[in-house]
């Protein structure tokens, strides 16, 4: 499709509202003139200056709609990014809330999800990591071009020595380099808003086809830390979808359909990310069950930390959410502690309130809602089953495995042997960071996803044989430096006098043993 000035005059059909620092009501009334010339004067403009990224727009849900530059891009007259352009009062980076215009389900639900807590990142051991040890301290290049890009950055302009903001030569605010180009699904935008729409609806197409798709979710859900790209591929899931047509055609994904895409409906060959986690999907009785941008509606444990916990999502009299964790959901009506991370000028300042729980959706209700969309090819024996092994996988991690080890650091740390993060003492922090935050990541997440060489080889067995050969090894040697030695050779010797760990002592039985070797000279004739 060609835009020309007939197609242009067609622009802004929809009627949007307000919201402060977004788009303002003006640029998206209907047939103003004003509004039609500013929109076509953008495309003019542009097909000059950056062709491709007109013809990318031109095949878009937005240029079908009507829905032009100006459309999104006008700034009100206090936004602090706004600026002069051509005549028109605009600013380059969008938010949700200029999406929130004609999307408001979809970016309330994204708010309330752990994607737009990715940005507060900012305060973790892993980034860290980036920041500290693998940056010089002034320029964080680590930290700028690899977690901020996937968890977001705060985002801000250059200043002067007054605290006044810095334009370009084109009389645009001049970012900071550190915090921007930025599409990081948890950015803090200088509104106040957590995320970017565009960090899966790449602009300036903003495809629902691509979003769904599950190389999209690889930019940033692969690596030895979270590698779901990887783990979907080797899984019946991934290979069922990369084995299916694309199209529309009987047996195909039909992927690029524009609009609503609804399991059982519009394709039944495969599942991707987004139709586990986000997906609409047609029930038994014909009902479509609606999607949804909150990606943990879902999900019943976290695989993230240290230790894995059940998830419960409470909904406060506010409207206003939290993930609590516990086998045993908040009562409605109880007091629970909220945290928030706001913006505090260009900084994230935690805020811990007390409010009244409304309502509760337990970990067994997210879960659920999993199995519902399971149900949609898996017969209910067949998704009790699998959510019986995968759960046990979860708990042989936690209690052989992490349980113990953060027992030993929670220790090492009062007792004054662990100095602050232990990445600087003899590689120990290295150890126990990547036993649970690349290994047992990998693991969980392999049984979650069905991929059972990352469950094992890149995860349990990695788990296993870092637990056993270098951390409590280290533990002891730290230990004996301090003066500690027998305390901590008697806790690690009480902790491996228990069944699960028996065969460290012996081995392995003779039995065990002599069936292992028998099978070895059968098998490879040695």
Known sequence: MRLNKAFIATFLAIVLSSSLYATTKDSVRVNSESIKEKNEKCVMCHMKENRSLVDHYENSAHAVSGVGCYSCHAASKDDSLGYEHEGAFIKTIQTPNDCKHCHEREVNEMTNSHHATAGEIMASLDNMLAEAIASFPDTKADAVNGCWQCHGSIIKPEKDKDGKIIYN????????????????????????????????????????????????????????????????????????????????????????????????????????????????????????????HNVGDRISWTLRPAISVKLNRVIFEDNTTQDIPGDKAPAVGSMQMYSNYIREDDKLKKVMVEKKVAKVISWEGRRDNMKEVCSSCHS???????????????????????????????????????????????????????????????????????????????????????????????????????????????????????????????????????????????????
């Not at 590698?227 to 694309?246: D, L, N, R």
């Open 169 to 292: 030569e084109a009389g645009a605010p001049k970012m900071d380099w550190m915090t921007w180009p930025n599409s990081g699904v948890g950015r803090i935008n200088h509104d106040g808003s957590k995320g970017s729409c565009n960090a899966c609806h790449t602009r300036h197409d903003f495809s629902s086809s691509r979003a769904r798709q599950p190389e999209n979710c690889g930019k940033c859900h692969l690596g030895p830390d979270h590698p779901q790209k990887e783990i979907y591929e080797e899984s019946k899931h991934g290979i069922a979808y990369y084995a299916a047509p694309k199209g529309d055609e009987k047996g195909g994904m039909n992927i690029r359909k524009q609009g609503k895409w609804v399991l059982g409906k519009d394709y039944n060959a495969a599942p991707t990310c987004s139709t586990c986690h986000m997906g609409s999907y047609k029930k038994s009785n014909g009902s479509v069950v609606k999607g949804t």
């Open 380 to 526: 209910t024996h067949h998704v009790d089953n699998f959510y019986e092994q995968f759960d046990s996988l979860v708990v042989s991690y936690n209690e052989k495995f992490a349980k113990p080890g953060e027992a030993i650091v929670a220790e090492m740390k009062k007792d004054g042997i662990w100095k602050k993060s232990g990445f600087q003492q003899e590689d120990i922090g290295y150890i126990w960071f990547e036993i649970w935050h690349h290994e047992g990541r990998r693991a969980r997440h392999g049984a979650a996803m069905q991929a059972p060489d990352y469950t094992h080889w890149h995860g349990m067995y990695e788990v296993s044989r870092h637990f056993y050969s270098k951390f409590l090894p280290k533990v002891i040697g730290l230990a004996e430096k301090a003066g500690q030695g027998e305390k901590y050779k008697k806790l690690i010797s009480d902790l491996l006098d228990k069944p699960e760990h028996e065969w460290y002592k012996t081995g392995g039985t003779p039995e065990m043993m002599k069936v292992i070797e028998d099978e070895k000279k059968e098998r490879y004739k040695q």
